[in-house]
């Protein structure tokens, strides 16, 4: 393994620990902000040494296997967004909902680049109605 794949998996470990945290502890508004501060101006010359998106998600899978309790879509997203900043990405984060076959409320978060989706793909993710963006929006 590569020393860039170390540093990669141990920013993932320690981003998607600190999120997992975040959501438990913080209001949505307050992590997102968080989130936000993270993303933006760290570890920037990070960035000048690319980082592919199959390495950042790939980081990013492998530390949810090795986290306890795994990881739910929502902390997977909002840290594969943060390294994909870091690394000189424009990520989306999208959120949907939609109601199951039982007629109950059901949420998913994934990440999507170039319109296409790098984080949180599912079979069914079409039938999820988008929420309206968070970016450039003043929380």
């Excluded at 101006?41 to 795994?70: D, E």
């Excluded at 076959?101 to 793909?121: C, I, K, L, P, S």
Aim: aromatic share 8%; with cysteine.
């Amino acid at each position: 393994m590569t020393n860039r794949a170390r540093v990669l998996l141990l920013a993932a470990s320690i981003l998607l620990t600190g999120v997992r945290l975040g959501l438990l502890l913080l209001p949505f508004c307050n992590l997102i902000k968080l989130v936000t501060r993270i993303s933006e101006g760290f570890l920037h010359s990070y960035a000048t040494n690319k980082v592919s998106l199959g390495q950042i998600v790939w980081a990013v899978n492998v530390v949810t296997r090795y986290m306890p309790g795994g990881a739910k879509c929502l902390a997977r997203a909002l840290t594969t967004q943060i390294l994909m900043n870091w690394c000189g990405y424009k990520p989306e984060l999208r959120i949907g909902v939609a109601r199951s076959e039982t007629g109950t409320f059901e949420a998913h978060a994934w990440v999507e680049y170039q319109g296409r989706v790098v984080m949180g793909y599912l079979q069914d993710l079409p039938r999820f109605v988008p929420l309206p963006s968070l970016e450039g929006v003043k929380i």
